[in-house]
């Protein structure tokens, strides 16, 4: 059973972007499923690096298009972009120095992240999106 289970409260209607909220949530539930088989740690490097990687990226479409329709909310959304990229940078430090409780920190932390963020800082800028006509 899945970790998170997409559904309508975790869209912003933005397809573009519920794509790659959708990709996160995916890479989450891997390493939820992982831990789960008791690989955790054999995905754990990677999970992490792809999500650093992911979000940079992800993150930068969000941002592109919070200065194209100059977003009013721009500085403190970007401020938990900011927070989350450092929180799993230290997560992953912690991981290569064979902290053993790194795992399931983590998956805890992305969960309720991506969950409260999504449905709380994104969900915010939806209908600011749509009334720019983005979709």
Request: proline share 1%; charged share 30%.
């Amino acid at each position: 059973m899945s970790l998170i289970t997409w559904d309508e409260s975790l869209s912003v209607k933005v397809a573009e972007i519920d794509s790659q909220h959708r990709k996160l949530v995916a890479m989450i539930n891997e390493l939820h499923d992982a831990m789960k088989s008791g690989k955790g740690k054999d995905v754990m490097g990677r999970i992490l690096s792809g999500l650093i990687s992911y979000t940079d990226s992800h993150f930068k479409v969000e941002e592109k298009y919070f200065a194209q329709f100059k977003y009013p909310d721009t500085a403190a959304h970007v401020k938990e972009h900011v927070a989350f990229v450092k929180k799993v940078t230290e997560f992953q430090i912690d991981f290569e120095g064979g902290r053993l409780t790194v795992s399931i920190d983590t998956l805890y932390f992305l969960r309720d992240w991506l969950q409260g963020h999504i449905k709380g800082t994104d969900k915010k800028y939806s209908a600011f999106f749509h009334e720019n006509g983005l979709r």
